[in-house]
């Protein structure tokens, strides 16, 4: 690693850690030039999703609106944060597990609707609700008939 003081191109790694939740390395550096320390991060590389609309319009993969979705869903439920921001790390492991460059968001919808389910029915009709777009009542009562099975 180059000092970004000197711009020697040879440094001792002094510490190695784990960090941001184990999805980072922080390594602590000297450099055998010039005697100064500093910090890098080094990081898995991912490849950017790419998401499939209904349209059939492509826009890269967004993790802001799986929690905007998921949080409008659990909006006064008896749910804390850490469960939703559990559930939310769940969705985005499985959607990246399935190493694939894109995917249809509708898969991204079962997947999120799958984990409410299980994490409160309320929240899991609230969300079907708008991504199934309910014409009508009849639709909503027989997808409250599934739940209750």
Do not use: W
């Not at 000092?3 to 191109?9: A, S």
């Not at 929240?123 to 008939?145: H, Q, W």
């Amino acid at each position: 690693m180059k000092c970004p003081y000197c711009g020697h191109p040879d440094t001792r790694v002094i510490d190695s850690r784990p960090a941001e939740d184990n999805n980072a390395i922080r390594r602590r550096r000297s450099c055998d030039e010039c005697g100064k320390r500093f910090t890098t991060y080094e990081k898995v590389e991912t490849i950017p999703l790419i998401v499939i609309k209904k349209d059939n319009n492509r826009e890269q993969y967004d993790r802001s609106k799986i929690e905007a979705g998921v949080l409008r869903a659990c909006y006064k439920r008896p749910v804390s944060a850490q469960q939703i921001q559990q559930t939310i790390d769940d969705i985005e492991l499985q959607i990246f597990k399935r190493e694939d460059k894109e995917i249809p968001s509708k898969l991204i919808g079962e997947i999120v609707m799958d984990r409410l389910k299980d994490l409160d029915p309320v929240a899991y009709v609230r969300f079907a609700s708008v991504y199934r777009e309910f014409k009508d009542v009849n639709t909503f009562m027989s997808e409250l008939k599934k739940i209750l099975e």
